[in-house]
């Protein structure tokens, strides 16, 4: 696999959230459904402070007695 690069335009309020697969990725839940609810986790905290944000994802995301390595990093442009 080669490494690609390339640029993003972002505007204020965005944000880009980097995890590992251990926030998203069950042995009982469909993909794209823990997918859609990071993105609800973050849509529903846009307007909470940054470690407000990450605690509610992982509160939301991360199973109960979960095993797996989480990793979490919310960033969010400034206007």
């Avoid at 509160?59 to 442009?77: F, K, S």
């Amino acid at each position: 696999m080669v490494p690609q690069s390339g640029a993003f335009d972002f505007r204020p309020g965005d944000q880009l959230a980097l995890y590992t697969d251990g926030l998203v990725e069950t042995r009982c839940d469909p993909i794209d459904a823990r997918l859609g609810t990071l993105v609800d986790a973050l849509t529903a905290t846009a307007d909470k402070d940054l470690g407000e944000t990450c605690d509610r994802v992982l509160e939301r995301l991360r199973p109960p007695g979960g095993d797996d390595d989480v990793a979490l990093l919310v960033a969010r442009a400034e206007g």
